[in-house]
């Protein structure tokens, strides 16, 4: 079983920047691939973006390309989800999450992949 936390998240205004972390425990994430995902008011689940099991895969939402930059440190046991230019549609919460299955471009967007999950961080861009 993985445990996962979410940190980071706040109140930043539009233009800035956050850095969320994903620490994660009982269980190394150098056999998971990592994933962020997303959800604003009133609608569903989205993903955000995704980083394979030794980082040499990325895989981004096109609203937060160019934008937002998933890494991870296995040696640490936490993945990072940086996020620059934040725009007002970027408030939401945050959620990590990880899987133990292979991720490619269209997997990696799959929630229902993911086995395990954090509880969320909430991320507000005000003006």
């Known amino acids: 079983q993985v445990h996962l936390v979410e940190f980071g998240g706040g109140l930043v205004q539009v233009g800035g920047a956050l850095r969320l972390s994903c620490a994660a425990s009982?269980?190394?994430?150098?056999?998971?691939?990592m994933g962020w995902f997303r959800q604003a008011p009133g609608k569903e689940r989205e993903f955000v973006a995704a980083?394979?099991?030794?980082?040499?895969?990325?895989y981004y939402t096109n609203s937060v390309k160019g934008r937002f930059t998933i890494s991870r440190d296995n040696a640490k046991n936490s993945a990072y989800l940086q996020m620059n230019s934040l725009q007002f549609e970027d408030t939401a919460v945050y959620y990590c999450?990880?899987?133990?299955?292979?991720?490619?471009?269209?997997?990696?967007?799959?929630?229902?992949?993911?086995?395990?999950w954090g509880q969320g961080t909430q991320v507000t861009v005000s003006s």
């Open positions: 999450a990880a899987t133990r299955e292979l991720i490619g471009t269209t997997s990696s967007t799959m929630a229902p992949l993911y086995d395990y």
């Open positions: 009982g269980r190394t994430i150098s056999s998971l691939a």
């Open positions: 980083i394979s099991r030794r980082g040499d895969d990325l």
